[in-house]
């Protein structure tokens, strides 16, 4: 069993995750880009497509932000292969995805905490910022779902109200990287919490319906209380001159 919290942080937040874990990433974002080929009635072509959006264009949109290291797509002998598989089989065997319900809800929520997680670990492996860590592992959640509504024509999920999408991701990226570089977990550990906070965020909003805000507008509320300030402060002075006059 590793241990919980690990006292060599500096180094250990220099060695990033295993393979494995982008691969996975990419493969359940690929499948995310599947079910919304499925639903739309796409041709091959489209499945894979949405299939490659979905599960590299976050990783994508990471990579040519940071401009460190490499492009993780192009260099991975496995990432395009697996994603480009993934829409083949989804489009030769559709109804196996049509056995689980609500499937496209789950893979969509764990493809943003893989996503937010691999994104978050790559930053720290090369020294970014803190806010610059979250960043890249927000962007990394949510750029493959962001591609694929803008290739379908619909305004991005993230722009959108709904029940906590993007911030699933935001608050992933942060525990991960408060566990990791604040209180010297162990990656193993900081993994495990960046997606069961996404995943327990997403599923929380979702049962209470807690959504993000829209058409907020504050500067009523802010004026009424300057205004009655300013008339106190008309009427003191009036008061005030009022009684040197007398």
């Known amino acids: 069993?590793?241990?919980?919290?690990?006292?060599?942080?500096?180094?250990?937040?220099?060695?990033?995750?295993?393979?494995?874990?982008?691969l996975a990433s990419v493969i359940v974002g690929s499948a995310g880009g599947v079910l919304v080929a499925r639903a739309?009635?796409?041709?091959?072509?489209?499945?894979?497509?949405?299939?490659?959006?979905?599960?590299l264009g976050g990783g994508l949109i990471r990579d040519v932000m940071m401009q460190v290291g490499s492009v993780y797509m192009?260099?991975?002998?496995?990432?395009?292969?697996?994603?480009?598989?993934?829409?083949l089989l989804g489009f030769l065997f559709p109804r196996l995805l049509d056995r689980v319900p609500n499937l496209l809800e789950w893979l969509d929520i764990i493809a943003?905490?893989?996503?937010?997680?691999?994104?978050?670990?790559?930053?720290?492996?090369?020294?970014?910022?803190?806010?610059s860590c979250v960043l890249m592992g927000t962007m990394t959640g949510v750029g493959g779902g962001m591609l694929r509504d803008v290739f379908l024509g619909e305004v991005p999920r993230i722009?959108?109200?709904s029940?906590?999408?993007?911030?699933?991701?935001?608050?992933?990226?942060?525990?991960?990287?408060?566990?990791?570089?604040?209180?010297?977990?162990?990656?193993?550990?900081g993994a495990v919490?960046?997606?069961?906070?996404?995943?327990g965020l997403r599923r929380w909003s979702l049962h209470f319906n807690v959504k993000t805000p829209a058409d907020v507008d504050l500067a009523p509320r802010v004026a009424a209380p300057m205004r009655r300030a300013a008339r106190r402060v008309r009427v003191t002075r009036w008061r005030k001159t009022r009684r040197e006059r007398r």
Not at 166 to 186: D, K
């Open 112 to 131: 943003v905490a893989l996503f937010a997680l691999v994104g978050t670990d790559k930053a720290l492996v090369y020294g970014l910022l803190p806010a």
């Open 74 to 87: 192009l260099d991975s002998p496995f990432a395009i292969p697996a994603s480009v598989a993934t829409g």
């Open 193 to 199: 919490l960046c997606v069961i906070v996404t995943i």
């Open 1 to 22: 069993m590793p241990e919980i919290f690990s006292t060599l942080n500096p180094e250990l937040a220099a060695v990033s995750l295993p393979t494995w874990v982008d």
């Open 40 to 55: 739309r009635h796409l041709d091959a072509v489209g499945f894979v497509g949405l299939a490659v959006l979905c599960g």
């Open 159 to 161: 722009f959108q109200r």
């Open 163 to 189: 029940n906590l999408y993007a911030l699933c991701a935001l608050g992933g990226s942060a525990v991960y990287y408060l566990s990791v570089v604040l209180f010297s977990m162990s990656k193993l550990w």
